[in-house]
């Protein structure tokens, strides 16, 4: 007996193809592999160009982007003929591959600028800034070779260019332009793009303010600007602006900026009251500035009918220190310091006392002082004085101590005001 063993139909339909059908099937088979070989080794390149050139231009020898990557770090590291020779051959291929690369033609213009050749290199770089804004290599030449003409305006313009397009261009850009701002002719320049407010106006303000060794330059380019737009990072940084200028004693400078922003008002500088234009201010360093202590300090009241504030201080049992502070700018003449209070209880050693300073540049050097103890009910007092061409610009200072109370003093400032005589 036989057995018949039985083949699968589909095994048959295949047995049956003739050869021109594995022909086929094989070459489809091979161009699919490699395709798919090609579209790896292109996969593996496009993502590693960047970071790892040499992986790239292993898989893909002539990926234009891997080429001007790795051209600029040869370029980097050395100029001899025989690297600008590999550079330019490298930027070359890379421009047959892919026409739009800013790089390489960047890299073109190196290689020119390194054989001498300024007016080639220029056109170069003029050419990869139109491909693309964002190469900061090609603007930072650009600025090299303004600033080398003389160009100030052309050099700050790709400043803004470049820190635009790149904020990695801001740790290399922003010590260098704040150390030009000692030159009036940049801040002439540099005052027309600071008035378009571009993104990266509030970072470099910030990053300024804390390096700038003079920021009455900064300020004079905001003045020449003028005001920047009102939203709070913007007050932020025109406050931290005026504590610098304060700190660094420029008052000339600070008393203009002030008056720049929206806002400023004379009447800050020349009033003592305790009024809208004098406490609370949008910019607090032109009012009245309370001083956070922890067992010294006191608090402004809600403004009247009149517009006028009170305050309310305290100092702890044996404490001692500065409530409130404010700058003035009081023109050459006499005058008369005069104060309201009102207490609940009197401390016969709690003391309320005030200081009139002049802030000169060797440093701030005692005007007067007048203090008085606390008593209950209604008291005042009062100080004469004049100011001299020397005293242009004026610190006054209240300070109070609680005393052995174990209560420590309380007392209401109800006015305080330096008037003419």
């Keep these: 007996m036989s057995i018949e063993r039985k083949v699968p139909s589909r095994f048959a339909t295949l047995g049956a193809r003739p050869p021109s059908f594995w022909i086929k099937f094989v070459a ?8 798919a070989w090609l579209s790896f080794i292109n996969a593996v390149a496009n993502t590693t160009w960047e970071r790892s050139p040499d992986t790239a231009l292993y898989y893909v020898p002539d990926h234009p982007l891997a080429l001007s990557r790795k051209a600029d770090e040869l370029f980097a590291q050395r100029q001899d003929p025989a690297t600008l020779a590999k550079v330019e051959a490298m930027a070359k291929q890379s421009l047959r591959g892919g026409a739009l690369n800013p790089v390489a033609i960047r890299l073109l213009g190196y290689v020119a600028d390194a ?6 290199a220029r056109d170069l770089m003029l050419l990869s800034q139109k491909v693309s ?8 030449w650009l600025i090299e070779d303004a600033v080398a003409r003389n160009d100030k305006r052309a050099a700050l313009n790709h400043y803004d260019i470049a820190m635009r397009a790149t904020p990695s261009s801001f740790p290399i850009l922003f010590p260098t332009l704040t150390g030009a701002l000692g030159d009036p002719d940049v801040r002439i320049a540099l005052a027309p793009i600071v008035r378009q407010a571009p ?18 330059n900064l300020a004079d380019v905001l003045v020449k600007a003028g005001r920047l737009p009102d939203e709070e990072n913007y ?12 700190a660094k004693n420029k008052f000339p400078a600070f008393r203009q900026y002030y008056l720049s922003l929206k806002g400023g008002n004379k009447a800050a500088f020349q009033s003592a009251s305790l009024t809208r234009a004098t406490v609370n201010l949008a910019h607090p360093a032109a009012g009245w500035q309370a001083i956070e202590n922890v067992g010294v300090g006191g608090v402004f009241s809600q403004p009247d009918a009149g517009g006028r504030f009170s305050l309310a201080a305290f100092a702890g049992s044996g404490e001692r220190g500065e409530v409130m502070r404010k700058l003035l700018f009081l023109e050459p003449g006499s005058y008369r310091f005069q104060a309201q209070y009102a207490a609940l209880d009197a401390v016969s050693d709690a003391e309320i006392r005030w200081d009139m300073q ?15 103890s606390v008593r209950a009910g209604d008291f005042a007092h009062m100080q004469d004085f004049t100011v001299g061409s020397d005293c242009r610009t004026q610190l006054l200072i209240l300070q109070a101590a609680g005393g052995s109370s174990q209560l420590g003093a ?12």
């Excluded at 509030?202 to 009455?216: H, S, V």
């Excluded at 931290?240 to 200028?245: E, P, V």
């Excluded at 802030?359 to 008085?372: L, Y």
């Design 358 to 372: 002049c802030i000169t540049p060797a440093g701030n050097v005692g005007k007067w002082f007048a203090a008085t």
């Design 410 to 421: 309380k007392f209401t400032l109800r006015s305080v005001d330096v008037v003419p005589k």
């Design 235 to 246: 007050r932020n940084i025109s406050n931290a602006l005026l504590g610098q200028l304060a």
């Design 133 to 140: 804004r964002r190469d900061l290599g090609t603007q930072l």
């Design 115 to 120: 054989r001498g050749d300024t007016k080639k």
């Design 28 to 35: 489809i088979l091979v161009a699919a592999t490699y395709l």
């Design 199 to 216: 993104v990266w106006l509030p970072a470099y303000l910030g990053d300024a303010i804390n390096g700038i060794e003079n920021p009455a």
